[in-house]
Protein backbone atom coordinates (compact mmCIF):
# COMPACT_ATOMS: atom_id res chain seq x y z
CA UNK A 1 0.00 0.00 0.00
CA UNK A 2 1.64 3.46 -1.12
CA UNK A 3 2.10 5.93 1.32
CA UNK A 4 -0.77 8.61 0.17
CA UNK A 5 -3.59 5.65 0.25
CA UNK A 6 -2.05 4.63 4.44
CA UNK A 7 -1.73 8.24 5.00
CA UNK A 8 -5.65 8.40 3.38
CA UNK A 9 -7.36 5.64 5.63
CA UNK A 10 -5.05 7.40 9.07
CA UNK A 11 -7.17 10.11 8.28
CA UNK A 12 -10.21 8.61 7.72
CA UNK A 13 -10.05 6.66 10.81
CA UNK A 14 -8.60 9.81 12.97
CA UNK A 15 -11.88 11.41 12.19
CA UNK A 16 -14.45 9.23 12.31
CA UNK A 17 -12.82 7.74 15.77
CA UNK A 18 -11.30 10.67 17.93
CA UNK A 19 -12.92 13.41 17.79
CA UNK A 20 -10.33 15.58 19.76
CA UNK A 21 -8.29 15.14 16.46
CA UNK A 22 -9.24 18.83 14.56
CA UNK A 23 -10.09 18.53 10.69
CA UNK A 24 -7.84 21.12 8.97
CA UNK A 25 -9.12 22.60 6.22
CA UNK A 26 -6.81 21.48 3.72
CA UNK A 27 -7.60 17.47 4.58
CA UNK A 28 -11.55 17.94 3.68
CA UNK A 29 -10.74 19.72 0.90
CA UNK A 30 -9.12 16.25 -0.13
CA UNK A 31 -11.19 14.01 0.85
CA UNK A 32 -14.34 15.73 -0.55
CA UNK A 33 -12.20 15.84 -4.05
CA UNK A 34 -11.19 12.18 -3.47
CA UNK A 35 -14.84 10.80 -2.74
CA UNK A 36 -16.69 13.41 -4.87
CA UNK A 37 -19.58 11.83 -6.84
CA UNK A 38 -20.10 14.21 -9.33
CA UNK A 39 -15.78 14.53 -9.91
CA UNK A 40 -16.15 10.70 -10.54
CA UNK A 41 -18.69 11.58 -12.81
CA UNK A 42 -17.07 14.40 -14.76
CA UNK A 43 -13.81 12.88 -14.45
CA UNK A 44 -15.41 9.52 -16.50
CA UNK A 45 -16.64 11.46 -18.94
CA UNK A 46 -12.91 12.82 -19.35
CA UNK A 47 -12.33 9.61 -20.03
CA UNK A 48 -14.76 8.97 -22.20
CA UNK A 49 -14.13 12.02 -24.66
CA UNK A 50 -10.22 11.14 -24.47
CA UNK A 51 -11.02 7.39 -25.62
CA UNK A 52 -13.35 9.06 -28.47
CA UNK A 53 -10.89 11.05 -29.41
CA UNK A 54 -8.96 9.67 -32.02
CA UNK A 55 -8.31 8.95 -36.08
CA UNK A 56 -10.07 6.18 -36.38
CA UNK A 57 -13.46 7.36 -34.95
CA UNK A 58 -12.99 10.38 -37.13
CA UNK A 59 -13.04 7.93 -40.07
CA UNK A 60 -9.29 8.58 -41.27
CA UNK A 61 -8.05 5.10 -40.89
CA UNK A 62 -8.54 2.35 -43.25
CA UNK A 63 -11.45 0.21 -42.88
CA UNK A 64 -10.95 -3.90 -43.33
CA UNK A 65 -14.04 -6.30 -43.91
CA UNK A 66 -14.38 -9.78 -43.96
CA UNK A 67 -17.10 -12.09 -45.52
CA UNK A 68 -18.10 -15.32 -45.76
CA UNK A 69 -21.61 -17.52 -47.14
CA UNK A 70 -22.37 -20.77 -47.83
CA UNK A 71 -25.22 -21.92 -49.06
CA UNK A 72 -26.70 -25.39 -49.73
CA UNK A 73 -29.94 -25.50 -52.12
CA UNK A 74 -31.49 -28.59 -53.44
CA UNK A 75 -33.52 -27.98 -56.70
CA UNK A 76 -34.96 -29.74 -59.64
CA UNK A 77 -33.50 -29.40 -62.67
CA UNK A 78 -34.69 -29.25 -65.96
CA UNK A 79 -32.56 -28.13 -69.00
CA UNK A 80 -32.42 -27.82 -72.60
CA UNK A 81 -29.92 -26.94 -74.99
CA UNK A 82 -30.32 -24.41 -78.13
CA UNK A 83 -28.70 -27.43 -80.19
CA UNK A 84 -31.32 -29.83 -79.61
CA UNK A 85 -28.81 -32.63 -79.44
CA UNK A 86 -29.45 -33.23 -75.30
CA UNK A 87 -31.25 -32.17 -72.28
CA UNK A 88 -30.67 -32.83 -68.73
CA UNK A 89 -33.55 -33.55 -66.33
CA UNK A 90 -33.01 -34.03 -62.74
CA UNK A 91 -35.26 -34.23 -59.17
CA UNK A 92 -33.67 -33.48 -55.87
CA UNK A 93 -30.03 -32.16 -57.11
CA UNK A 94 -28.03 -30.78 -54.75
CA UNK A 95 -25.79 -26.84 -55.58
CA UNK A 96 -23.57 -25.46 -53.57
CA UNK A 97 -22.47 -21.70 -52.99
CA UNK A 98 -19.17 -20.91 -51.22
CA UNK A 99 -18.10 -17.10 -51.58
CA UNK A 100 -15.66 -15.24 -49.32
CA UNK A 101 -13.89 -12.09 -49.67
CA UNK A 102 -11.71 -9.68 -47.94
CA UNK A 103 -12.30 -5.65 -48.67
CA UNK A 104 -9.78 -2.77 -47.64
CA UNK A 105 -11.22 0.19 -48.14
CA UNK A 106 -9.14 3.63 -47.84
CA UNK A 107 -11.06 7.43 -47.62
CA UNK A 108 -8.98 9.50 -49.73
CA UNK A 109 -10.83 12.89 -50.00
CA UNK A 110 -14.23 14.10 -49.15
CA UNK A 111 -13.73 17.68 -48.94
CA UNK A 112 -11.53 17.67 -45.18
CA UNK A 113 -14.28 15.90 -43.40
CA UNK A 114 -12.17 13.83 -41.51
CA UNK A 115 -10.09 16.73 -40.37
CA UNK A 116 -12.78 18.99 -38.95
CA UNK A 117 -14.41 15.80 -37.09
CA UNK A 118 -10.97 14.85 -35.10
CA UNK A 119 -10.55 18.54 -34.38
CA UNK A 120 -14.35 18.54 -33.05
CA UNK A 121 -13.51 15.44 -31.10
CA UNK A 122 -10.03 16.97 -29.59
CA UNK A 123 -12.10 20.17 -28.59
CA UNK A 124 -14.65 17.97 -26.84
CA UNK A 125 -12.26 16.32 -24.76
CA UNK A 126 -10.72 19.61 -23.88
CA UNK A 127 -14.35 20.97 -23.22
CA UNK A 128 -14.51 18.16 -20.75
CA UNK A 129 -10.91 18.37 -18.67
CA UNK A 130 -12.42 22.40 -18.53
CA UNK A 131 -15.76 21.06 -16.91
CA UNK A 132 -14.00 18.60 -14.61
CA UNK A 133 -12.26 21.53 -13.49
CA UNK A 134 -15.05 23.70 -12.53
CA UNK A 135 -16.62 20.97 -10.47
CA UNK A 136 -13.50 20.87 -8.76
CA UNK A 137 -13.51 24.68 -8.26
CA UNK A 138 -17.36 24.30 -7.09
CA UNK A 139 -16.48 21.16 -4.68
CA UNK A 140 -13.58 23.82 -2.92
CA UNK A 141 -15.66 26.31 -2.77
CA UNK A 142 -18.69 24.43 -1.12
CA UNK A 143 -16.34 22.44 1.22
CA UNK A 144 -14.28 25.92 2.68
CA UNK A 145 -18.17 27.45 2.64
CA UNK A 146 -19.34 24.92 4.89
CA UNK A 147 -15.98 24.53 6.72
CA UNK A 148 -15.78 28.33 7.71
CA UNK A 149 -19.55 28.12 8.87
CA UNK A 150 -18.81 25.63 11.01
CA UNK A 151 -16.46 27.95 12.78
CA UNK A 152 -18.78 30.69 12.46
CA UNK A 153 -21.44 28.84 14.35
CA UNK A 154 -18.44 27.82 17.08
CA UNK A 155 -17.77 31.25 17.15
CA UNK A 156 -21.41 32.13 18.11
CA UNK A 157 -20.97 29.50 21.33
CA UNK A 158 -18.06 31.60 22.19
CA UNK A 159 -19.63 34.81 22.58
CA UNK A 160 -22.88 33.06 24.85
CA UNK A 161 -20.16 31.02 26.85
CA UNK A 162 -18.86 34.67 27.64
CA UNK A 163 -22.28 35.98 28.34
CA UNK A 164 -23.28 32.50 30.31
CA UNK A 165 -19.88 33.16 32.71
CA UNK A 166 -21.12 37.44 33.57
CA UNK A 167 -24.57 35.72 33.98
CA UNK A 168 -22.81 33.65 36.83
CA UNK A 169 -21.11 35.84 38.03
CA UNK A 170 -24.41 38.22 38.25
CA UNK A 171 -26.00 35.38 40.06
CA UNK A 172 -23.38 34.74 42.17
CA UNK A 173 -23.29 38.17 43.61
CA UNK A 174 -27.28 38.51 43.68
CA UNK A 175 -26.83 35.15 45.98
CA UNK A 176 -24.37 36.71 48.15
CA UNK A 177 -26.04 40.08 48.74
CA UNK A 178 -29.52 37.83 49.14
CA UNK A 179 -27.59 36.05 52.11
CA UNK A 180 -26.74 39.41 53.64
CA UNK A 181 -29.87 40.45 53.30
CA UNK A 182 -29.06 43.56 50.74
CA UNK A 183 -30.91 41.66 47.46
CA UNK A 184 -34.47 40.83 47.26
CA UNK A 185 -35.92 37.46 45.27
CA UNK A 186 -36.69 39.45 42.75
CA UNK A 187 -33.38 40.16 41.39
CA UNK A 188 -32.88 36.82 42.06
CA UNK A 189 -35.00 35.30 39.94
CA UNK A 190 -34.21 37.68 37.14
CA UNK A 191 -30.82 36.94 37.34
CA UNK A 192 -31.40 33.28 37.11
CA UNK A 193 -34.23 33.77 34.66
CA UNK A 194 -31.34 35.41 32.25
CA UNK A 195 -28.56 32.39 33.41
CA UNK A 196 -31.58 29.98 31.99
CA UNK A 197 -31.87 31.55 28.82
CA UNK A 198 -28.58 31.43 27.96
CA UNK A 199 -28.46 27.81 29.14
CA UNK A 200 -31.04 27.48 25.86
CA UNK A 201 -29.30 29.43 23.74
CA UNK A 202 -26.07 27.22 24.37
CA UNK A 203 -28.26 23.98 24.10
CA UNK A 204 -29.75 25.24 20.43
CA UNK A 205 -26.29 26.83 19.01
CA UNK A 206 -24.82 22.93 20.11
CA UNK A 207 -27.49 22.03 17.77
CA UNK A 208 -26.63 24.22 14.92
CA UNK A 209 -23.26 23.65 15.24
CA UNK A 210 -23.64 19.61 15.33
CA UNK A 211 -25.73 20.40 11.86
CA UNK A 212 -22.79 22.02 10.29
CA UNK A 213 -20.97 19.03 10.92
CA UNK A 214 -23.38 16.76 9.16
CA UNK A 215 -23.10 18.85 6.52
CA UNK A 216 -20.04 19.22 5.60
CA UNK A 217 -19.93 15.56 5.95
CA UNK A 218 -22.20 15.47 3.20
CA UNK A 219 -19.68 17.59 1.46
CA UNK A 220 -16.85 15.01 2.24
CA UNK A 221 -19.14 11.75 1.48
CA UNK A 222 -18.65 10.45 4.70
CA UNK A 223 -21.02 8.57 7.18
CA UNK A 224 -23.08 11.73 8.15
CA UNK A 225 -22.96 10.22 12.09
CA UNK A 226 -18.98 10.50 12.31
CA UNK A 227 -17.18 12.78 14.99
CA UNK A 228 -15.25 15.76 13.51
CA UNK A 229 -13.83 18.56 15.42
CA UNK A 230 -12.68 21.89 13.60
CA UNK A 231 -10.46 24.56 15.57
CA UNK A 232 -9.78 27.22 13.50
CA UNK A 233 -10.07 31.15 12.87
CA UNK A 234 -11.54 33.31 9.69
CA UNK A 235 -8.70 34.68 7.76
CA UNK A 236 -9.41 37.09 5.23
CA UNK A 237 -7.64 37.71 2.48
CA UNK A 238 -7.62 41.91 2.04
CA UNK A 239 -5.19 41.94 -1.07
CA UNK A 240 -8.05 41.36 -3.46
CA UNK A 241 -8.72 44.01 -6.53
CA UNK A 242 -11.51 44.50 -8.82
CA UNK A 243 -9.70 45.27 -11.59
CA UNK A 244 -7.75 41.72 -11.32
CA UNK A 245 -10.86 39.65 -10.90
CA UNK A 246 -12.70 41.08 -13.78
CA UNK A 247 -9.34 40.40 -15.93
CA UNK A 248 -9.48 36.79 -14.84
CA UNK A 249 -13.34 36.02 -15.12
CA UNK A 250 -11.78 34.57 -18.40
CA UNK A 251 -9.64 31.88 -17.17
CA UNK A 252 -13.04 30.44 -15.40
CA UNK A 253 -13.61 27.34 -16.79
CA UNK A 254 -17.08 27.37 -17.45
CA UNK A 255 -16.39 30.63 -19.35
CA UNK A 256 -13.28 28.54 -21.27
CA UNK A 257 -15.79 25.39 -21.60
CA UNK A 258 -18.54 27.89 -23.25
CA UNK A 259 -15.18 28.85 -25.72
CA UNK A 260 -14.53 25.19 -26.47
CA UNK A 261 -18.42 25.12 -27.47
CA UNK A 262 -17.97 27.92 -30.00
CA UNK A 263 -15.24 26.14 -31.85
CA UNK A 264 -17.01 22.66 -31.52
CA UNK A 265 -19.97 24.14 -33.69
CA UNK A 266 -17.81 25.83 -36.31
CA UNK A 267 -16.29 22.44 -36.41
CA UNK A 268 -19.51 20.97 -37.32
CA UNK A 269 -20.13 23.64 -39.87
CA UNK A 270 -17.22 22.30 -41.60
CA UNK A 271 -17.94 19.11 -41.42
CA UNK A 272 -21.71 19.37 -42.91
CA UNK A 273 -20.04 21.62 -45.46
CA UNK A 274 -17.62 18.36 -46.40
CA UNK A 275 -20.93 16.33 -47.34
CA UNK A 276 -20.86 18.32 -50.25
CA UNK A 277 -17.91 18.05 -51.36
CA UNK A 278 -17.35 14.32 -53.71
CA UNK A 279 -15.68 11.77 -51.78
CA UNK A 280 -12.57 9.28 -53.01
CA UNK A 281 -12.17 5.92 -51.75
CA UNK A 282 -9.21 3.35 -53.00
CA UNK A 283 -10.38 -0.09 -52.46
CA UNK A 284 -8.02 -3.47 -52.80
CA UNK A 285 -9.37 -6.76 -51.94
CA UNK A 286 -9.14 -10.42 -52.77
CA UNK A 287 -12.47 -12.82 -53.68
CA UNK A 288 -13.42 -16.65 -53.90
CA UNK A 289 -15.89 -17.89 -55.28
CA UNK A 290 -16.97 -21.99 -55.49
CA UNK A 291 -19.91 -23.19 -57.49
CA UNK A 292 -20.44 -26.98 -57.03
CA UNK A 293 -23.90 -28.86 -58.56
CA UNK A 294 -24.34 -32.37 -58.58
CA UNK A 295 -26.71 -31.97 -62.44
CA UNK A 296 -26.55 -29.22 -64.65
CA UNK A 297 -24.58 -27.77 -67.44
CA UNK A 298 -22.05 -26.84 -64.92
CA UNK A 299 -20.89 -29.02 -62.19
CA UNK A 300 -18.28 -26.72 -60.74
CA UNK A 301 -17.37 -23.41 -61.50
CA UNK A 302 -14.42 -22.19 -59.12
CA UNK A 303 -12.79 -18.08 -59.56
CA UNK A 304 -10.83 -16.50 -56.99
CA UNK A 305 -8.19 -14.04 -57.01
CA UNK A 306 -7.15 -10.03 -55.78
CA UNK A 307 -8.87 -7.03 -56.58
CA UNK A 308 -8.17 -2.66 -56.53
CA UNK A 309 -10.31 -0.23 -57.20
CA UNK A 310 -11.38 3.19 -57.12
CA UNK A 311 -14.66 4.64 -55.56
CA UNK A 312 -15.85 8.39 -56.50
CA UNK A 313 -19.43 9.52 -54.84
CA UNK A 314 -20.50 12.64 -55.85
CA UNK A 315 -23.62 13.99 -54.50
CA UNK A 316 -25.80 15.82 -56.91
CA UNK A 317 -29.04 16.65 -55.26
CA UNK A 318 -30.80 15.64 -51.63
CA UNK A 319 -33.85 17.87 -51.73
CA UNK A 320 -30.93 20.54 -50.34
CA UNK A 321 -30.83 18.74 -46.79
CA UNK A 322 -27.09 19.48 -46.50
CA UNK A 323 -27.13 22.73 -47.27
CA UNK A 324 -30.05 23.41 -44.58
CA UNK A 325 -27.94 21.18 -42.00
CA UNK A 326 -25.12 24.03 -42.39
CA UNK A 327 -27.23 26.92 -42.16
CA UNK A 328 -28.44 25.72 -38.42
CA UNK A 329 -24.98 24.42 -37.91
CA UNK A 330 -24.10 28.29 -38.71
CA UNK A 331 -26.82 29.08 -36.35
CA UNK A 332 -25.45 27.15 -33.45
CA UNK A 333 -22.38 28.54 -34.02
CA UNK A 334 -24.02 31.95 -33.25
CA UNK A 335 -25.98 30.75 -30.70
CA UNK A 336 -22.90 29.36 -28.67
CA UNK A 337 -20.95 32.83 -29.11
CA UNK A 338 -23.89 34.52 -27.58
CA UNK A 339 -24.74 31.86 -24.68
CA UNK A 340 -20.77 32.21 -24.00
CA UNK A 341 -21.46 36.23 -23.79
CA UNK A 342 -24.36 35.68 -21.51
CA UNK A 343 -22.21 33.73 -19.01
CA UNK A 344 -19.49 36.40 -19.14
CA UNK A 345 -22.17 38.99 -18.96
CA UNK A 346 -23.42 37.39 -15.81
CA UNK A 347 -20.41 36.27 -14.19
CA UNK A 348 -18.66 39.77 -14.05
CA UNK A 349 -22.43 41.06 -12.38
CA UNK A 350 -22.14 38.07 -10.26
CA UNK A 351 -17.54 39.80 -9.45
CA UNK A 352 -19.06 43.31 -9.08
CA UNK A 353 -21.97 42.45 -6.64
CA UNK A 354 -19.35 39.87 -4.57
CA UNK A 355 -16.69 42.56 -4.57
CA UNK A 356 -18.99 45.71 -3.48
CA UNK A 357 -19.82 42.70 -0.55
CA UNK A 358 -16.09 41.92 0.17
CA UNK A 359 -15.11 45.68 0.29
CA UNK A 360 -18.19 46.88 2.25
CA UNK A 361 -17.62 44.23 4.72
CA UNK A 362 -13.70 45.00 5.15
CA UNK A 363 -14.42 48.20 6.18
CA UNK A 364 -16.86 47.34 8.35
CA UNK A 365 -14.66 45.00 10.35
CA UNK A 366 -12.41 47.31 11.74
CA UNK A 367 -15.34 49.42 13.10
CA UNK A 368 -17.10 46.06 14.69
CA UNK A 369 -13.71 44.85 15.99
CA UNK A 370 -13.33 48.04 18.10
CA UNK A 371 -17.08 47.75 18.67
CA UNK A 372 -16.31 43.88 20.41
CA UNK A 373 -13.52 45.37 22.40
CA UNK A 374 -15.42 47.89 24.10
CA UNK A 375 -18.78 45.87 24.58
CA UNK A 376 -16.06 43.05 26.22
CA UNK A 377 -14.92 45.85 28.24
CA UNK A 378 -18.30 47.58 29.50
CA UNK A 379 -19.91 44.21 30.38
CA UNK A 380 -16.46 43.93 32.65
CA UNK A 381 -16.68 47.19 33.92
CA UNK A 382 -20.75 46.73 34.78
CA UNK A 383 -19.74 43.65 36.55
CA UNK A 384 -17.58 45.21 38.77
CA UNK A 385 -19.81 48.00 38.67
CA UNK A 386 -22.68 45.84 39.90
CA UNK A 387 -20.60 43.72 42.22
CA UNK A 388 -19.96 47.34 44.08
CA UNK A 389 -23.78 48.00 43.90
CA UNK A 390 -23.61 51.03 41.57
CA UNK A 391 -25.39 49.62 38.71
CA UNK A 392 -28.46 47.35 38.54
CA UNK A 393 -29.52 44.24 37.30
CA UNK A 394 -30.65 46.30 34.25
CA UNK A 395 -27.70 47.81 33.21
CA UNK A 396 -25.60 44.27 33.48
CA UNK A 397 -28.18 42.88 30.99
CA UNK A 398 -27.73 45.38 28.62
CA UNK A 399 -24.23 45.43 28.73
CA UNK A 400 -24.58 41.56 28.08
CA UNK A 401 -27.15 42.33 25.16
CA UNK A 402 -24.63 44.42 23.29
CA UNK A 403 -21.57 42.41 23.99
CA UNK A 404 -23.52 39.41 22.57
CA UNK A 405 -25.05 41.35 19.90
CA UNK A 406 -21.60 43.02 19.06
CA UNK A 407 -20.01 39.06 18.65
CA UNK A 408 -22.78 37.97 16.47
CA UNK A 409 -21.90 40.97 14.01
CA UNK A 410 -17.96 40.54 13.97
CA UNK A 411 -18.64 36.63 13.37
CA UNK A 412 -20.85 37.42 10.44
CA UNK A 413 -19.01 40.35 8.93
CA UNK A 414 -15.55 37.89 8.73
CA UNK A 415 -17.93 34.88 7.21
CA UNK A 416 -19.64 37.20 4.83
CA UNK A 417 -15.62 38.94 3.90
CA UNK A 418 -14.46 35.24 4.27
CA UNK A 419 -17.08 33.97 1.64
CA UNK A 420 -17.25 36.59 -0.48
CA UNK A 421 -13.31 35.96 -1.32
CA UNK A 422 -14.19 32.42 -1.96
CA UNK A 423 -17.05 33.41 -4.49
CA UNK A 424 -14.43 35.96 -6.04
CA UNK A 425 -11.38 33.37 -6.29
CA UNK A 426 -14.41 30.54 -7.52
CA UNK A 427 -15.28 32.91 -10.36
CA UNK A 428 -11.62 34.15 -11.64
CA UNK A 429 -10.42 30.29 -11.66
CA UNK A 430 -7.86 31.37 -8.23
CA UNK A 431 -9.46 29.35 -5.51
CA UNK A 432 -6.17 27.18 -4.06
CA UNK A 433 -5.96 26.37 -0.11
Given at each position: ?????????L????????????????????????????I??????????????????????????????N?E??????Q????????????????N???????????????????????????????????????????????????????????????????????R???????????????N?????????D?????????????????????????????????????????????????????S????????????????????????????????????????????????????????????????????Y???????Q??????D?????????????D??S?V??????????????E????????????????????????????E????Q????????????????????????????NQ???
Amino acid sequence: MTKPIVYFFLLLLSIAGNAQDSLRLPDAVNIALKNSLDIQLATNNVEARTILNHIGVAGGLPLVTASVSNNEQISSINQKFNTGDSSISRNAAATNALNSNIAVSMLLYNGNRVVATKNRLAQIEKQSEELLNSQIQDIISSVMTGYYDIVRQQSYLKTIEKSIDASRQQLEIVQTRQKAGLANNADLFQAQIDLNALLQAQLSQQVIIDQAKTELLRLLTLRPDSLIAVNDTILVDKTLNLDQVLNSIHQNPNIVAAGDQVRINELIVKETAALRYPSVRATTGYNFSRNQAAAGQFSLNQNYGPSIGFTIGIPIYNGSAYKRQQRVAEIDVRNAELNRKVLLRDYSSQVVKSYQSYASTLRQLETEQQNYTLSAQLLELVLQRFKLREATIIEVKNAQESFEQSGFRLVNLNFAAKTAEIELKRLSNQLKL
